[in-house]
């Protein structure tokens, strides 16, 4: 929608994006402390790790139909994307960008690779004493140790070390390079020169997501319940 200073408001991250985000940081948190404290915070553990399986599966779905600049074929980059824009960075030529800026994606993709690799670690893991994930019983001991291995010292620490350097750069954005993607992030909309696609964020593409949201939820459902 053009101003008379010729900026465009343009629908960046529809609502169900933005959603999955806030969701994906409070179950990741919760998992990271309920992990940690162990015991009797072990059930609400695993009902965290269902739920973030449930938004990864969707995200992975919304990354096809969701709104433009969510889907990955608008802003997974090409090699020569990449190595453009690290050429330009070099040169302290940033492009601005729309969506997520090529060196950002990357960083989404190994978020939601090193999650989705974390889950499933946790679905085959064993405490050894009350918790155990909901495929321990059906794999063999030395995967449940390796997975184990995995969930509660590798994978801890590559989740850790991810959202520590994602929050650090969005930060570094915002206050050395002065572009702000925290509120595009929870209002859905960025303020640009230039005019570009909008990401569709209807009702009806809302209650679609609903409907895709509910699905996911339902193969969790029967992945935890395998046997
Ligand atoms: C557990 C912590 C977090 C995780 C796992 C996480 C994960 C993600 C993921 C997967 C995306 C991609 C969104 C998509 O395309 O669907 C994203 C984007 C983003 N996140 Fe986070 N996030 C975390 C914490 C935060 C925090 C605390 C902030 C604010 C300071 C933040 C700000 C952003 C912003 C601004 C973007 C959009 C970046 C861009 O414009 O390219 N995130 N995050
Ligand atoms: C992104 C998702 C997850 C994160 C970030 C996460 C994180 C953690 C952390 C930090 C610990 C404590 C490790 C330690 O001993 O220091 C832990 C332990 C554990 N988690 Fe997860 N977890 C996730 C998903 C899951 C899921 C989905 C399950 C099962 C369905 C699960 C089952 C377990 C079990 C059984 C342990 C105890 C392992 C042991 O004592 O060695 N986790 N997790």
Redesign the pocket.
């Known amino acids: 929608m053009p101003n008379n200073t010729s900026l465009h408001r343009i629908r960046?991250?529809d609502l169900p994006?933005r959603s999955?985000?806030i969701l994906?940081?409070?179950?990741?948190?919760g998992l990271?402390i309920t992990g940690e404290v162990g015991d009797n915070a072990m059930q609400l553990h695993f009902w965290l790790g269902y739920a973030v399986l449930t938004l990864l599966l969707f995200?992975v779905v919304?990354?096809f139909v969701g709104g433009h600049?969510?889907r990955f074929v608008n802003?997974v980059p090409m090699p020569s994307q990449l190595s453009a824009y690290v050429q330009a960075v070099r040169m302290k030529q940033t492009p601005l960008?729309a969506?997520?800026?090529p060196l950002?994606?990357l960083?989404?993709l190994a978020?939601?690779s090193i999650?989705l690799i974390q889950v499933l670690s946790g679905f085959m893991s064993d405490d050894e004493i009350t918790n155990t994930g909901p495929w321990v019983a059906l794999i063999p001991a030395d995967w449940v140790e390796l997975a184990t291995e995995y969930h509660s010292e590798i994978g801890k620490v590559l989740?850790i070390a991810?959202?520590v350097v994602?929050?650090s750069?969005?930060?570094y954005?915002?206050y050395f390079k002065k572009e702000d993607?925290?509120?595009?992030?929870l209002t859905g909309d960025k303020v640009l020169p230039v005019s570009t696609h909008d990401s569709r964020d209807t009702l009806t593409s809302r209650l679609f997501a609903m409907s895709i949201l509910t699905g996911c939820g339902y193969v969790v459902y029967r992945l935890v319940n395998l046997s």
């Open positions: 960046i991250w994006t999955f985000h994906l940081v409070l179950c990741v948190a990271l995200r919304w990354g600049w969510s802003f960008n969506g997520h800026n950002g994606a960083s989404v978020m939601l999650l989740i991810l959202v994602h929050v750069t969005v930060l954005y915002k993607l925290i509120t595009p992030m």
